[in-house]
């Protein structure tokens, strides 16, 4: 089974209604643990995303002023 492309837009949108859920009051504390676990692992795979870009982009910037 081919593993799915991590998409950063999808991951922001998802991250969004983790927090709107958390506002709201009604939430059990087992869906809060949950909701926390599931937004730290998408940070972590949004933080390394976002170095890779900054990475691609220092390294075309670089090889154009060489």
């Avoid at 991951?11 to 504390?29: C, F, G, P, T, Y």
């Amino acid at each position: 089974m081919k593993k799915e492309e991590f998409s950063y837009d999808k991951a922001m949108q998802e991250l969004e209604e983790i927090v709107a859920r958390m506002e709201d009051s009604e939430n059990s504390l087992d869906n809060m643990v949950a909701d926390v676990k599931r937004a730290s692992a998408l940070i972590v795979q949004c933080r390394k995303k976002l170095q890779d870009v900054e990475t691609d982009i220092n390294k075309a910037f670089s090889e154009i002023s060489e």
